[in-house]
């Protein structure tokens, strides 16, 4: 792998650089503190050093909110959006949020693949950025290292107050073309970057755990403090759930359809015609949207579907932590195999 | 034929009737669809019935209860307009309070000459078939709802909290900020507006069905406002619906 040193004031040449190949998005600050993914306007204003965006990079894929398509009462016809395969480069991106792109791959590519969002990942190349975990994050314990590699096309380590620059892929090679800042340099090895939330067990036996946990009593324990609000899952990025709705006009005549995110932690979700609910209580919801990062998914796929990101913990009012409620899972888990082991 | 519209005020600021006529962009387009008969805040007719009639505000003494039945015995379909129509709105603080105190205070010794009764929605009395919520009402949810009625479908209802639209538009969340925002419990469908100012939700829309209150005291005292604040805060626009 070719590696390169950058320093950390020609950044900006860099990004104005890529935006010759297209639209730069890049994280910026937003607010007293936070941060979200804007397109970049002036590349001084590009944040590299940042904890998480609040909304994940999949909303470049999968807009909050999108329409789908214009309808006419009159003629009941209808016309589809048509979304424009344009190239970008996504710019300053965390390892596990390109895990979780990688993760709306297989979700919404395999099998018969949407096109919209076909449409807006086909020519999107990937930089990631090294990042210091915080309280929140912790991708480790699903098997994302913060130099996780896989996905992008170049990528930005820091190390003391410069970058090194890793090329990873061709199209990487071909973005850096006619770019001169860039220094010959061995790879560094940097230390102390230690994750501070970690879950006990490798991922690779949570869904053992989780096959048991069906009944727990932590899952009632959680319900007790969670109020529903739905920030977990609308800001989780492997999510994928939506509503469709259509909206007439004041006229009358014309409407269009829309999609926008759903959530599961949301009592209406799993409400069907007639009344009735399959995930009525809380307990349930939580418990569901566990299971959908920890075993459904992961049963098939073998990764867990939780990048460790620590949105739905960070962004949650009641402080529900994911890590917490997996960890007293386990801790409920190994109690009970104490205790068969004893009668034995 | 055009449905007949009529529009009446009970206890109320006639705020969501305003409301209506600052949809100066679309009132030409909604008068192609229907008939409006019967508006006090914008005209003088009168008529005998009406295909929808809209309510606003609440029932707070008998003469709205005999009011309100005369109304819904004369409409096909009825709805609730705006937060006092829904659930008594902020009316309804004067609920927790000793009636005999209440009219004392507003009308001293005349007090046993104006009959009163407790702020009650709209629902409380007579069938209701929609109901447009928000302090004042939201006017999208205004226009969604009577194009529906006018094309003959079943009206949107919106049962998620503020909070989904305010994540929707990505907003930094105002507990991040140091405020204690009613958010996670409240009715949205406003598309999360005064979040999205940086005003805290007031909860104006009403509560989600089956909230969490104990989980939701917890957060806001959690944030710094103590137990009382809290429920006062919660009570304001829901003290007819808030279970404690």
């Given at each position: ?8 004031s ?17 994280p ?26 609040l ?18 009462l009159k003629?009941?016809?209808y ?24 993760r ?14 076909f449409?807006r ?66 790879p ?13 067990y ?29 920030s ?6 492997t ?6 709705n ?24 799993a409400e069907?015609?007639?009344?009735e ?12 949207r ?9 049963d ?15 962004f ?29 | ?31 192609k669809h229907?008939e ?52 008594g ?12 105190e ?30 447009v ?36 538009s ?28 940086g ?8 509560l ?17 406002i ?19």
């Amino acid at each position: 792998m070719e590696c390169y040193s950058l320093k950390q004031s020609d950044v900006p040449a860099l990004i104005d650089h890529l935006g010759a190949y297209g639209e730069v998005i890049a994280p910026h600050r937003k607010g007293d503190v936070s941060y979200s993914f804007e397109p970049v306007k002036d590349s001084e204003k590009v944040v590299l050093e940042y904890n998480r965006t609040l909304l994940p990079l999949k909303k470049c894929f999968l807009p909050p909110t999108e329409k789908l398509m214009d309808f006419s009462l009159k003629d009941m016809s209808y016309k589809p959006t048509e979304v424009p395969i344009k190239p970008a480069v996504y710019f300053g991106i965390h390892s596990y949020e390109m895990q979780s792109i990688l993760r709306l791959d297989h979700s919404m590519l395999s099998g018969k693949a949407e096109s919209n969002y076909f449409n807006r990942r086909k020519k999107s190349r990937f930089i990631g950025v090294s990042f210091s975990p915080d309280e929140y994050h912790f991708s480790e314990s699903v098997g994302i290292s913060i130099e996780e590699m896989e996905g992008f096309d170049l990528y930005l380590n820091k190390v003391s107050d410069d970058y090194q620059l890793y090329i990873i892929s061709d199209k990487g090679k071909d973005l850096l073309k006619g770019f001169d800042k860039l220094i010959q340099a061995e790879p560094i090895h940097v230390e102390g970057r230690e994750f501070n939330k970690k879950i006990r067990y490798h991922y690779n036996r949570l869904p053992r755990v989780f096959q048991y946990a069906y009944h727990s009593k932590v899952w009632a324990e959680v319900a007790e403090r969670c109020v529903g609000c739905g920030s977990c899952n609308l800001t989780c990025p492997t999510c994928f759930c939506f509503d469709v709705n259509d909206q007439v006009e004041v006229t009358a005549e014309d409407g269009m359809r829309r999609r926008s995110w759903d959530s599961c932690m949301l009592s209406t979700f799993a409400e069907v015609a007639g009344g009735e609910n399959f995930r009525e209580h809380t307990l349930n919801r939580t418990r569901h949207r566990l299971y959908r990062k920890f075993k459904y998914i992961t049963d098939e796929e073998g990764l867990p579907w939780c990048v460790g990101c620590g949105r739905c913990t960070a962004f949650c009012p009641a402080d529900i932590s994911m890590v917490d409620i997996i960890n007293d899972l386990i801790r409920e888990d190994e109690k009970a195999q104490f205790h068969k082991t004893v009668r034995v | 034929m055009k449905p007949k519209v009529a529009f009446f005020d009970f206890t109320s600021c006639e705020g969501c009737q305003l409301n209506k006529l600052n949809l100066e962009n679309d009132l030409l387009d909604i008068l192609k669809h229907v008939e409006i008969v019967e508006f006090r805040e914008a005209m003088d007719d009168k008529a005998d019935a009406y295909d929808i009639a809209f309510i606003e505000g609440s029932i707070s003494s008998p003469s709205c209860v005999e009011r309100i039945h005369d109304i819904r015995r004369r409409s096909k379909i009825l709805v609730a307009l705006g937060s006092c129509a829904v659930n008594g709105g902020v009316n309804a603080m004067k609920n927790l309070q000793p009636i005999d105190e209440v009219r004392e205070t507003v009308y001293g010794e005349d007090k046993y000459l104006f009959a009163t009764l407790p702020a009650m929605s709209v629902s409380s009395i007579v069938k209701v078939d929609y109901e447009v919520r928000g302090c004042p009402m939201t006017q999208q949810d205004f226009l969604k709802l009577l194009v529906s009625l006018v094309l003959g479908k079943q009206a949107p209802r919106y049962d998620s909290p503020v909070c989904v639209e305010c994540k929707l538009s990505e907003n930094e969340c105002l507990y991040n900020r140091g405020m204690v925002c009613l958010g996670p419990i409240t009715r949205g469908g406003c598309d999360a507006i005064c979040p999205s100012f940086g005003q805290f939700c007031t909860g104006c829309r009403g509560l989600l069905d089956e909230p969490n209150y104990i989980g939701m005291l917890e957060v806001m005292t959690n944030h710094g406002i103590s137990l009382d604040e809290a429920k006062k805060r919660m009570l304001l626009f829901n003290s007819n619906e808030v279970q404690l």
